[in-house]
């Protein structure tokens, strides 16, 4: 599992300002960390589309926001992605929570790949993990994991990474944060 202490350490060093999205289980003690915290400022959303706009106003308004939502809405928040970040080339971090992974890789000891209709719609399978990475690729978003607290280095790479490229890339959190 991945600390939300360690996180939000790598978010202070990151200079990041604002943490923008919506809460769910996974992200619980990172928000409720954050929402402490004295230099990062924690604003929710009621929609993951939300969360783009308000990335790039905040960025064009010289702060240093990054997103942190669960893969469900960030499928809900595609055309935000493009339209924002993407097409205007806002280099943000996404902190994306992965939804059924642990579930999926227990259950099939890997990610399915999501061609099988059958497979989408079995009750035993949360259908969110075998769409996640496709969907990152489809829409040309660089990933990487953090599974532990060992692969954070992929979340402080992830913030070069971003400035480099000059365009948005993501991290997927696999573990609820403790």
Known sequence: MASARSIADILERQGVTDVIGVP???SAALYTLLGAHPRI???SVTREGEAFAMAMGLW?????????IQNTGFFESGDALRGTLTRMR?????????RGYNKTIKSFGQIPEPGDPHLLS???VDNCAPITEPTLRAWGLPFEFVHTDEDLPVLEAAFARARERDAP??????RDTT
């Open 122 to 124: 079995r009750s035993d």
């Open 169 to 174: 890339v993501a991290v997927l959190v696999t």
């Open 60 to 68: 064009m308004g010289g702060r240093q926001p990054m997103l942190l």
């Open 24 to 26: 769910d289980n996974s």
């Open 41 to 43: 400022r924690v604003r």
């Open 90 to 98: 806002i280099p943000i971090v996404c902190i994306v929570t992965y």
